[in-house]
């Protein structure tokens, strides 16, 4: 017998569905814009999954997804070195800033349970889309400055994305990953037909903001690791291969000739790897260096050493000195050490990396709550990888996650909400995908 009731329930149910799929969407376009506006989709996506969840299919779910476990584990220890740390409200703050270490996990790993092939691409796409804006409105912006003040340094690096919160180096992340998804994506229900010109449009388009944003990591591993993987494919095209190819030395070459034959910061920043002396980075004693003495390598290599020595001479290897006292056991070695400035009183002529954090998230978590930790943070960032080849389509998920990993390796990466929230989402979309269907096919 027709039921109408249910049938409204259903019908109502279906409705929340489309809305939750509509609002991971405008979550994933939001991610290279403005936090305030991801953290109101991020808010907008859990109402909609609470509104409709089943609280008990949810965690019977999320107890067979044991690979979704370390995000929770790792907060909660989060959590336990609040009581140690001495920083309460710096604790705090790290506390709340890491709440979707919880909340994307659950939500999208485990508590959304039809993420179709077509709702996938959707999300691809919004992903693609939110990168594009920001790569328009960024250009308009360094064009404008340019047409009134000829400031040609407009056109690159952190200059090029300050219309936006997340730094250039962020941005050339969603952009690496949003070219691989136009170049390797086997799409089904977009880029199809004529719309293949929006694909090849975009990917033109993004590459050459890729290049303006001057993230050094990323452009190398762009040459080493997506070009060649795109010529391999190239190759085995019979009628478009040779046009691939010959488009791709073409661009490439182009590209190449601007960077290295002309003055620009994209090459300078290239040279700043040679020009200083690694030797800074080990001194005992840097009453007399001056901190521009430090480039971007020798500084991590440094902040890294000072992490490690905090946690050893703290004797804190299996609890870490706290997430909210990071910053105080730094400060510490490098009074220590005699950093010049450290202790002055005018905070601006402090060093830049004052109260910095440890730019290598390995590390980062290391010092804050020891090896349970670090242990954890390897499993979530490795273990992926295991599964990768398993899952169709595997190509984007293998480019995010080895560019994640070495991402980690030099930038504190869930520190910020620029990386927390883009690394979690995508992860956890990944891991839905794989426990959804054991024969690893996405429908």
């Known amino acids: 017998m027709f039921n109408s009731a249910n049938f ?141 003040e000829a400031y040609n340094d407009a056109f690159f690096y952190h200059f090029l994305v300050r219309n936006v919160d997340p730094n250039a180096v962020y941005t050339a992340w969603y ?22 010109n929006i694909r090849i449009a975009l990917t033109i388009f993004l590459f050459i903001f890729f290049v303006l944003l001057s993230a050094r990591m990323f452009l190398l591993l762009f040459l080493v690791f997506i070009i060649p993987y795109f010529l391999k494919k190239a190759v085995k095209k019979k009628k478009t291969g040779i046009i691939l190819i010959l488009s791709t030395v073409v661009l490439g070459s182009v590209a190449a000739y601007f960077v290295f034959t002309t003055s620009n910061p994209i ?101 804050m709550i020891g090896l349970p930790g670090l242990i954890l943070m390897l499993f979530i960032a490795f273990l992926p990888v295991v599964y990768i080849h398993k899952l169709s389509p595997y190509q984007p998920f293998l480019v995010f996650h080895i560019s994640s990993i070495l991402f980690m390796m030099q930038e504190a990466v869930l520190q910020t909400q620029a990386g927390i929230i883009f690394y979690i989402f995508i992860s956890s979309i990944f891991w839905n995908l794989y426990y959804r269907d054991k024969k690893m096919i996405i429908k």
Not at 28 to 57: D, E, G, R
Not at 178 to 192: A, D, E, R, V
């Open 267 to 367: 090459k300078n920043r290239f040279d700043d790897l040679f020009s200083k002396d690694d030797q800074s980075a080990w001194l005992s004693d840097y009453t007399n260096i001056d901190v521009n003495q430090f480039n971007n390598a020798t500084l991590r290599i440094f902040l890294w050493r000072l992490g490690v020595e905090s946690v050893r001479d703290n004797n804190a290897w299996l609890s870490g000195v706290g997430n909210g006292d990071v910053h105080a056991v730094l400060t510490q070695k490098m009074r220590e050490y005699h950093v010049k400035d450290i202790e002055n009183k005018d905070t601006n002529l402090r060093p830049g990396f004052y109260n910095a954090n440890l730019h290598n998230m390995f590390v980062q978590t290391l010092v």
């Open 175 to 196: 952009t690496f990953f949003s070219i691989s998804l136009l170049m390797f994506m086997p799409w089904q229900y977009f880029f199809q037909g004529k719309r293949k």
């Open 8 to 148: 409204a329930n259903m019908y109502e149910s279906a409705k929340l569905r489309i809305l939750l799929h509509q609002a991971l969407c405008i979550l994933a376009f939001s991610i290279p814009t403005k936090f305030i506006f991801t953290s109101v989709c991020l808010a907008v996506v859990a109402l909609l999954w609470i509104v409709q969840v089943n609280f008990s299919q949810t965690f019977r779910r999320l107890s067979q997804q044991k690979a979704l476990w370390p995000w929770f584990i790792l907060y909660g220890l989060l959590v336990i070195s609040y009581f140690y740390s001495h920083d309460k409200g710096e604790s705090l703050f790290d506390l709340n800033s890491k709440l979707s270490y919880v909340i994307i996990p659950l939500v999208v790993g485990a508590g959304i349970t039809d993420i179709s092939r077509k709702t996938l691409e959707q999300i691809f796409v919004f992903l693609i889309s939110g990168v594009a804006f920001t790569g328009v409105i960024s250009l308009i912006d360094a064009t404008q400055v340019w047409y009134y």
